[in-house]
């Protein structure tokens, strides 16, 4: 009977019923958020002009997240503490004693095009201690007062001027990353060592930092994700994996530690690799999460600084994660989170590189979901949209003072017919990403192929 019923579909014999979108224009929603970051911004070549950054500016993204910034231990280059500041036992006081020039330049850089830095103080990933490398920076500092004000400085050769050093806008100062990242110290590439020890040290650096700089936004942690919270589509939460429970388990240690002292904790940062519609559940439980031990929105930002669905080599410049991205994006913008970063912008071979080709260093198709999502950021004011008929249809839409942008993406196999209600506004221009086009001129479609998203400006 199933094949019978498929060869009638694939013959046409049945008619699918029609997506209903309706854009209501006259109510607006609040902004259009900056859930358009990135990770590591695509360094490569001469450091004197950081040729790639341009694709940064052009497509507006607002942060970007220096974590894991150029390569295997930052490429002992950049942002990490220990890269900044290489002798543990010198002066933090001496300002001789911190090597700033190299993040000197990436931070000048990332404010020519227009980018915040999004600052983790802690260190790169260091993946090979699973398989019995020696760890070389992930160890919990010594001294976590003077890692503490270690930090202060950075912060103030960045913000005052210290050390002969800037006053840039970075709002945020994220405190480690996946310090919780195995249940193994051992094998843990993040923190080596136990997650209360990892409690500890926030408890004695943010404090501390927010008592410095009051008008700036500390927290953290980077954590490592709440599949185990939700489950997924294939894995019932229960049957979770005790690595991915081990997550949720230390996420309530903190945030009761966090609350029963009172330490500042202006944001919470979280990661998920799933699928659009399992990582919202995720963004969702995190929400709920966080209000239930007192963190609600107007007193702590829900910050998603790493995400990619469908993480596969092959993956990479396809339509596939594209329209995922795509999606991803639109579901960001119409869920609780204020601020979200794609891991990443790097121009890489590796599997977490979906933006950029590294044999070109042209973009790859899900450059353009960003490009796209800028139209409605350019925009400014979100309006409400309502959609029916289709799960796998994602909608949001955006008004300024002269015109207004809707964008749309399809994240399955198949295409989904539309039916669309602008409340009488007319497309003057619409751009499409599918299998066959990438950032295309065309009319608006009375069908939306397959793993595509497409943005049209209306007048």
């Known amino acids: 009977m199933k094949r019978i019923l498929f060869a009638l579909l694939a013959a046409g014999t049945f008619c699918v019923p029609a997506a209903e979108v309706k854009v209501d224009f006259d109510r607006a929603v609040g902004p259009v958020k900056p859930v358009n970051g990135v990770g590591q911004p695509p360094l490569v070549g001469k450091l004197a002009n950081y040729p790639m950054f341009h694709y940064l500016k052009e497509a507006g993204i607002p942060y970007s997240r220096l974590h894991d910034v150029g390569g295997w231990l930052g490429g002992g280059l950049f942002v990490d503490i220990p890269v900044i500041f290489p002798d543990f036992d010198a002066d933090e006081n001496d300002p001789k004693n911190y090597r700033f020039a190299y993040t000197d330049s990436l931070l000048k850089a990332l404010a020519k095009y227009d980018v915040e830095p999004f600052f983790r103080l802690g260190v790169t990933i260091e993946n090979f201690v699973s398989l019995g490398y020696p760890p070389m920076n992930i160890l919990p500092p010594k001294d976590f007062a003077k890692w503490g ?241 289709d799960k796998d249809l994602y909608v949001a839409a955006a008004k300024g003072e002269k015109d207004s942008a809707v964008m749309l993406a399809n994240d399955s196999d198949r295409e989904i017919p539309l039916t669309c209600d602008f409340q009488g506004r007319s497309v003057s221009s619409c751009r499409i990403t599918d299998k066959d086009r990438t950032d295309a001129s065309v009319p608006f479609p009375a069908k939306l192929p397959p793993r595509s998203f497409l943005v049209a400006i209306l007048h």
């Open 149 to 389: 004000r270690i930090c202060e400085h950075v912060i103030r050769h960045y913000t005052e001027g210290w050390a002969d050093g800037f006053r840039m806008k970075i709002t945020y100062w994220e405190i480690w990353n996946e310090p919780e990242n195995h249940p193994e110290d051992e094998r843990n590439p993040m923190f080596r060592g136990p997650f209360s020890e990892y409690i500890r040290l926030y408890g004695t650096v943010a404090p501390y930092l927010k008592a410095k700089f009051p008008h700036l936004k500390i927290g953290g942690y980077g954590h490592c994700g709440f599949y185990a919270g939700v489950g997924s589509d294939n894995v019932p939460a229960a049957n979770s994996s005790p690595r991915t429970k081990y997550f949720v388990e230390c996420s309530h240690k903190f945030l009761a530690a966090v609350r029963d002292n009172k330490w500042p904790l202006d944001f919470f940062s979280y990661h998920s690799y799933s699928a659009p519609t399992e990582a919202m559940r995720q963004v969702r439980f995190a929400d709920e999460h966080l209000n239930q031990y007192g963190f609600t929105a107007d007193k702590c930002e829900r910050i998603f600084n790493e995400w990619l669905p469908y993480v596969r080599h092959e993956n990479l410049g396809s339509a596939l994660q594209a329209a995922g991205i795509a999606a991803e994006l639109l579901a960001l913008q119409n869920g609780p989170c204020d601020v979200a970063c794609i891991y990443d912008a790097r121009c890489g071979v590796g599997n977490y590189s979906p933006l950029f080709n590294p044999l070109t260093y042209k973009p790859h198709k899900a450059y353009y979901a960003f490009t796209a999502f800028n139209e409605l950021r350019k925009r400014g004011t979100a309006v409400a949209v309502r959609t029916s008929g």
